[in-house]
């Protein structure tokens, strides 16, 4: 405001003298100027033409040099983003491309080397060749064409969109096959396959059926059959099986059997005495038909033993049992039973043996029983109660006491008779536990032999040497005694059986 405000004072006030001098000074100078303006002027005008023509060249050059460098920052520009592309482009390439060779590489790791499966299973699905599940993994192989009984390696081709693969399915049979088998029965000279004593068989494969030992079919035999079974995968079972080979004219023999003599009133024990032997069965049936016996009335009648073994075989064989009246003297038989089940029960203690039981009754009767030559034989039960109340008697006494009490006792046994030029001899076989032996309960021998469960070797060697011919017979129709005797078990105290001999 304050310089505006001077400027308007100058104008208004004439100029100071200084002020004035100034001005003429400035317009000489202006004037001068302006003279040689004007004669310069033409060749300025020629000059500044020649300067526009270089300054327009220059500014041509100039463009023409923009140009260029923007053409080039073009191109440059242009080639920078073409490799930024095909850089990006590279980099996307490989991108896809690692990432479809880590989704090849995972298939193919996927993919199991083999699936093993028990023959006879349902066949697998697609999942059983892979590690993990893997969505639309498909099975190319014919599944169909692959039984589930076809032992071995079978290689099965897998697929996801284009990629193949292999795998391998193990089929195996682990295994053992089952089978029952059933005893069979053939007659002489029939034969049987290994397969024909199977019930039933089964595996997932096929089972070949043999013997372990082949049978001879040419023999009369009861034996155990081994039939083994083995399927394709080498798994065994072994089964068993009881096989019977018969011949139909071996029939069981009958033996012990004898006619009977009672009295009226008086009971019978047609089994005492009767044994049956068989080639095959060791215990056959055997069967007596009495009906025909009438106890209560005197005369003779007719009794049948019929033996069958397991096979059907049977035999027969018969007796008569003669009914007599009662003489006069007669003693009844339940008394000699009475006095039998009183000596039983001072002699039977408990939890005897077999043979400690039947050791007690013959020596009872061996030590109680006097010895006499001779004896009468009409009334085997008037003879035995009189022995029994202590009465003497010969070898047949002794024999019939002992095998009242045996019998009593529960005992099978039967007297035994040997006649000889010399005279008869009487002793008994007893069974025990199964087997026959010789029993002699007469007190007639030296000390050199207690004939008690003795085997027929025995009482030979024994009568050989001291008592010839006693017991030299053939024992048929009599059961043999076995080979060895038990006899021993009794003869711990040798004080005890001393007072036998």
């Given at each position: 405001?304050?310089?505006?405000?001077?400027?308007?004072?100058n104008?208004?006030?004439?100029a100071?003298p200084?002020?004035?001098?100034?001005s003429?000074?400035?317009?000489?100078?202006?004037?001068?100027?302006?003279?040689?303006?004007?004669?310069?002027t033409?060749t300025e005008?020629?000059?500044d033409?020649?300067?526009?023509d270089?300054?327009?060249?220059a500014v041509?050059?100039?463009?023409?040099k923009?140009?260029?460098?923007?053409?080039n920052?073009?191109k440059?520009?242009?080639?920078?983003?073409?490799?930024?592309i095909?850089?990006?482009?590279?980099?996307?390439v490989?991108?896809?491309?690692?990432a479809?060779?880590?989704?090849i590489?995972?298939f193919?790791n996927?993919?199991?080397?083999?699936?093993?499966?028990?023959?006879?299973?349902?066949?697998?699905g697609?999942?059983?060749?892979?590690?993990?599940?893997?969505?639309?993994?498909?099975?190319?192989?014919?599944?169909?064409?692959?039984?589930?009984?076809?032992?071995?390696?079978h290689?099965i081709e897998?697929?996801?969109?284009?990629?193949?693969?292999?795998?391998k399915l193990?089929?195996?049979?682990?295994?053992a096959?089952?089978?029952?088998?059933?005893?069979?029965?053939?007659?002489?000279g029939?034969?049987?396959?290994?397969?024909?004593?199977l019930v039933?068989?089964?595996?997932?494969?096929?089972i070949?059926?043999s013997?372990?030992?082949?049978?001879d079919?040419?023999?009369e035999?009861?034996?155990?059959v081994g039939?083994?079974?083995?399927?394709?995968?080498?798994?065994k079972?072994?089964?068993?099986?009881?096989?019977?080979?018969?011949?139909e004219?071996?029939?069981?023999?009958i033996?012990?059997?004898?006619?009977?003599?009672?009295y009226?009133?008086e009971s019978i024990?047609?089994?005492?005495g009767?044994?049956?032997?068989?080639?095959?069965?060791s215990?056959?049936?055997l069967?007596?038909?009495?009906?025909?016996?009438d106890l209560?009335?005197?005369?003779i009648?007719?009794v049948?033993?019929?033996a069958?073994?397991?096979v059907?075989?049977?035999s027969?064989?018969?007796?008569?049992?003669?009914?007599?009246?009662?003489?006069?003297?007669?003693?009844?038989?339940?008394?000699?039973?009475?006095l039998?089940?009183?000596?039983?029960k001072k002699?039977?203690k408990p939890?005897?043996?077999e043979?400690?039981?039947?050791?007690?009754?013959?020596?009872w009767v061996?030590?109680?029983?006097?010895?006499?030559?001779?004896?009468?034989h009409?009334?085997?039960?008037d003879q035995a109660i009189r022995a029994?109340?202590?009465?003497?008697?010969?070898?047949?006494?002794?024999?019939?006491?002992c095998?009242i009490?045996?019998?009593?006792?529960?005992?099978?046994?039967?007297?035994?008779?040997?006649i000889?030029?010399?005279?008869t001899?009487?002793?008994?076989?007893?069974q025990?536990?199964?087997?026959?032996?010789?029993?002699?309960?007469s007190?007639?021998y030296?000390?050199?032999?207690?004939?008690f469960?003795s085997?027929?070797a025995?009482?030979?060697e024994?009568a050989d040497?001291?008592?010839?011919?006693?017991?030299?017979?053939?024992?048929?129709?009599?059961p043999p005694?076995?080979t060895?005797?038990?006899?021993d078990?009794v003869?711990k105290?040798?004080?005890?059986i001393?007072?036998?001999?």
């Amino acid at each position: 405001m304050e310089n505006a405000e001077k400027k308007e004072l100058n104008t208004e006030n004439p100029a100071s003298p200084e002020e004035t001098g100034k001005s003429e000074t400035a317009e000489k100078a202006d004037s001068a100027e302006k003279g040689d303006a004007s004669e310069k002027t033409e060749t300025e005008e020629k000059g500044d033409a020649s300067k526009t023509d270089r300054i327009s060249d220059a500014v041509s050059a100039r463009s023409a040099k923009n140009k260029e460098f923007l053409e080039n920052m073009r191109k440059a520009s242009k080639k920078k983003r073409k490799k930024h592309i095909i850089l990006i482009t590279i980099m996307i390439v490989l991108a896809l491309a690692g990432a479809a060779a880590w989704i090849i590489i995972r298939f193919y790791n996927n993919i199991k080397d083999r699936y093993v499966m028990e023959a006879g299973n349902p066949l697998p699905g697609v999942d059983a060749f892979l590690q993990v599940p893997w969505d639309s993994v498909e099975i190319k192989t014919d599944m169909k064409a692959i039984q589930t009984t076809d032992l071995g390696e079978h290689t099965i081709e897998l697929s996801w969109g284009p990629l193949q693969a292999t795998s391998k399915l193990i089929i195996q049979d682990t295994t053992a096959p089952a089978g029952k088998t059933e005893d069979k029965v053939l007659k002489l000279g029939e034969k049987l396959e290994a397969k024909d004593f199977l019930v039933y068989m089964q595996d997932a494969t096929k089972i070949d059926v043999s013997f372990v030992n082949p049978p001879d079919f040419t023999k009369e035999v009861v034996t155990t059959v081994g039939i083994e079974l083995k399927d394709q995968g080498g798994n065994k079972t072994l089964l068993t099986a009881d096989l019977t080979i018969y011949d139909e004219k071996n029939v069981p023999v009958i033996k012990g059997t004898e006619n009977k003599n009672v009295y009226v009133g008086e009971s019978i024990s047609y089994r005492a005495g009767v044994t049956v032997e068989d080639a095959l069965d060791s215990n056959p049936e055997l069967t007596i038909d009495n009906s025909k016996v009438d106890l209560d009335t005197p005369g003779i009648y007719q009794v049948t033993y019929t033996a069958t073994d397991f096979v059907d075989r049977s035999s027969s064989a018969s007796i008569s049992v003669h009914v007599n009246e009662k003489p006069a003297n007669y003693e009844d038989t339940e008394k000699m039973y009475t006095l039998a089940d009183d000596i039983l029960k001072k002699e039977i203690k408990p939890n005897m043996s077999e043979i400690e039981k039947a050791f007690a009754i013959f020596r009872w009767v061996r030590l109680e029983i006097p010895w006499i030559g001779t004896g009468s034989h009409d009334n085997d039960v008037d003879q035995a109660i009189r022995a029994m109340e202590g009465e003497s008697g010969d070898c047949f006494t002794h024999a019939l006491v002992c095998k009242i009490l045996l019998e009593r006792e529960g005992f099978v046994c039967m007297v035994i008779e040997k006649i000889t030029d010399t005279g008869t001899h009487y002793w008994l076989k007893v069974q025990i536990n199964g087997n026959w032996f010789n029993m002699d309960p007469s007190p007639i021998y030296i000390r050199q032999f207690v004939p008690f469960l003795s085997t027929d070797a025995q009482l030979k060697e024994y009568a050989d040497k001291w008592r010839p011919g006693l017991y030299a017979l053939e024992l048929d129709p009599y059961p043999p005694a076995v080979t060895e005797s038990p006899a021993d078990v009794v003869y711990k105290d040798e004080d005890y059986i001393m007072t036998l001999r």
